[in-house]
């Protein structure tokens, strides 16, 4: 699930987009389809309107930035990370280059497609863009933190955090702590459940002991009784059960280790984003009203 | 099929429209960055949209060539929707392109006859067409539905194994029982593209999902189906990243 517009974004955005509804009634019709478009959640076609529209503007316009940051964060809500790293090649040539709306969705976008490095540079580089807002550079603090941790570099995550104690403190919380191994949880999924129980997995430990227990009882009588037939079927989940508890033991220590690196970027990020509005500007619900 | 046509083939024709004065530099410049923009959208894969984009520009042009035109009918027809493949139909100056998507659409009506039932008029029009059609554009008309219309279906014993458990379940369970899985993707589809996916790790897969579905049906996450009910999200793409290269 992606988060929906960041509201800072949000905001600045829509001062761009003003400009461009004062100038010309048409093309703020076109703003409103575009923007009704994202609210029925269809966010392609929202995004095609913002090119289109930025495709009618001549190359100097001073909205065309806004435009192609409002394509980008279109793309970004259906996961199109490919598409949105082209809109933003446009937006950074039409002059937003070095802007923290821009910095913020590049970091969203490497961060959709799972490139945790340059996801904690941008985030890094929109903290030092946002040195006049103290909120919103400590929170890009804490998400490029959090995206080294992704990638494995503790030296910059500490490095992205200095100086802010409470996310030098969630962070060290993090490293103090262990991962689980996942051989081992396949390993001790051999005794049915107790690769669940490795991973702190103790109801699902029992319900896998369980049906382990069931069906292997169920195997053994259906021999005793020289049932064939009805041996092949229980033996069969019992294989599917058997293996599932192997195969479980390795998969709840991945959840595991997942959940534990969930926690600690939620703490280093900290609250959502600040929600900063430059000047008191519309907001789109407001564009809405007015056309 | 022959090959879309390129982004210097339609700003020329879009050049073309109007004789040169200032105000139409200014406009051709506009229609030579819209150009640029289907260009940018066929490179993406989107041509669906590219397609939507050009019948745009043909609408917005009133003295849209018929070179531009064309190529609004051919990508339609390219891009391999119902909606691309009627349009083209509609559209098309190309005799060539009316054919093949004359052809496409009367096979999609073979198939599915509640979309012919609710476009009687435009069966009726391809109807009539029938005896112009040639071999060549049949088989051209097969390769342009068979290019999105495509399903993959079981592959592998493992696949193959859900789809006869599934199928089984759903013929002889099922309907005695309803349907009670509060996950999404359902136990049993979860089940086909772990299967899918995976081959015979499905099973262990699955089995892993039973274990685990109470654990799952009493978390907080929630996500809505397209039939508007809610379930709770468990994605085989959450069990398998660490073994499979698919995932990254």
């Not at chain 1, 599917?240 to 990020?269: F, K, M, P, Q």
């Not at chain 2, 070179?67 to 391999?80: C, M, T, Y």
Request: hydrophobic share 45%; glycine share 8%.
């Amino acid at each position: 699930m992606h988060p929906p517009l960041h509201p800072y974004l949000l905001s600045v955005i829509c001062y761009l987009l003003s400009i461009i509804c004062s100038a010309s009634a048409a093309e703020a019709e076109r703003l409103a389809l575009a923007a009704f478009l994202l609210e029925t959640g269809d966010n392609a076609r929202a995004a095609l309107e913002y090119r289109r529209l930025a495709a009618d503007l001549t190359p100097d316009d001073p909205s065309l930035p806004g435009l192609y940051l409002a394509a980008a964060d279109a793309y970004r809500r259906d996961g199109a990370w490919e598409r949105m790293t082209k809109v933003l090649d446009h937006a950074e040539d039409a002059g937003a280059g070095g802007t923290p709306q821009l910095l913020l969705l590049r970091a969203e976008q490497a961060e959709g497609a799972q490139d945790w490095v340059s996801a904690g540079d941008y985030a890094a580089e929109l903290a030092q863009a946002s040195a006049g807002n103290a909120r919103l550079a400590a929170w890009a603090r804490g998400t490029a933190a959090s995206d080294y941790l992704r990638s494995h570099g503790i030296d910059d995550a500490r490095g992205a955090v200095a100086g802010d104690a409470a996310r030098e403190a969630a962070l060290a919380r993090y490293l103090a702590g262990h991962d689980k191994s996942p051989t081992v949880g396949g390993l001790l999924g051999i005794v049915p459940g107790l690769g669940y129980a490795y991973s702190g997995e103790w109801g699902n430990m029992f319900r896998s002991l369980f049906l382990n227990g069931l069906f292997g009882w169920a195997m053994f009588e259906c021999a005793d009784r020289e049932q064939w037939g009805l041996f092949a079927v229980t033996t069969f989940f019992e294989l599917t059960w058997y293996t599932g508890s192997i195969y479980g033991g390795i998969d709840a220590a991945h959840r595991y280790n997942r959940r534990r690196l969930d926690d600690a970027v939620r703490e280093l990020r900290g609250d959502e984003a600040p929600a900063l509005r430059p000047g008191g500007r519309v907001d789109l619900f407001s564009l809405h009203l007015d056309f | 099929m022959r090959h879309l046509p390129t982004v210097p083939v339609l700003v020329l024709a879009a050049l073309l429209c109007r004789p040169g004065t200032a105000e139409t530099q200014d406009e051709s410049a506009r229609l030579a960055r819209r150009a640029s923009l289907v260009q940018e959208l066929l490179d993406e894969g989107a041509v669906d949209e590219a397609a939507a984009e050009v019948a745009t520009l043909v609408a917005e042009t009133p003295s849209a060539t018929n070179a531009l035109a064309s190529s609004a009918s051919e990508l339609a027809l390219q891009a391999g929707t119902r909606e691309g493949i009627a349009r083209a139909f509609q559209t098309a100056r190309d005799p060539r392109v009316f054919r093949v998507a004359g052809a496409a659409l009367a096979l999609l009506f073979e198939k599915d006859a509640a979309y012919r039932a609710e476009n009687a008029s435009l069966a009726a029009r391809v109807d009539l067409c029938r005896d112009a059609w040639s071999d060549k554009d049949w088989a051209d008309a097969r390769a342009c539905i068979a290019r999105t219309g495509k399903k993959a279906g079981p592959r592998g014993p493992g696949a193959w194994l859900a789809a006869g458990v599934v199928g089984f379940y759903h013929l002889f369970v099922g309907p005695a029982i309803g349907s009670r899985c509060v996950l999404e993707p359902s136990c049993s589809q979860y089940f086909l593209e772990a299967g899918r996916k995976h081959g015979i790790v499905g099973v262990p897969m699955v089995a892993d999902r039973f274990v685990r579905e109470p654990v799952v049906s009493a978390s907080d996450r929630w996500v809505r189906r397209p039939d508007g009910s809610w379930r709770h999200p468990d994605p085989v793409s959450d069990h398998d990243g660490w073994f499979s290269k698919e995932a990254h």
